[in-house]
């Protein structure tokens, strides 16, 4: 499997913007879809965002779309989380995923994922 390491996360206010990185290690990155999933307190934890293993298709939720960019770095293992204007709503903390020869849409589903990072918080102040 492969193993994740998120970071990025901090706190911001309203409006503002955060990049999260995932750095993969292990077995074959580029056969795994990525994606990230947020939860927050009291929540259960939710999709956001995902992209293929080539980066020809992402995925992303309703809630982040026109705010939130997946991409992904194969020649350095890495997957990024572009996150603009955001909300206190979007406060949570958010975890790194990997679905091994999966879709940016089957990422959608988390019974389907293979691997988590630790999670990074995100606190967004009003």
């Known amino acids: 499997q492969v193993q994740l390491v998120d970071s990025g996360g901090g706190l911001v206010q309203a409006g503002g913007s955060l990049r999260l990185s995932c750095a993969a290690s292990?077995?074959?990155?580029?056969?795994?879809?990525m994606g990230w999933y947020r939860q927050a307190p009291g929540k259960e934890r939710e999709f956001v965002a995902a992209i293929s293993w080539n980066g020809g298709t992402t995925n992303t939720a309703d809630s982040v779309k026109g705010r939130f960019t997946i991409s992904r770095d194969n020649a350095k293992n890495m997957v990024y989380l572009q996150m603009n204007s955001l909300k206190p709503e979007d406060t949570a903390v958010y975890f790194c995923a990997a679905e091994w020869f999966g879709t940016a849409q089957t990422m959608s589903i988390m019974q389907r994922i293979d691997c988590w990072g630790q999670g990074t918080q995100v606190t967004v102040s009003s």
């Open positions: 292990g077995r074959a990155f580029s056969n795994y879809a």
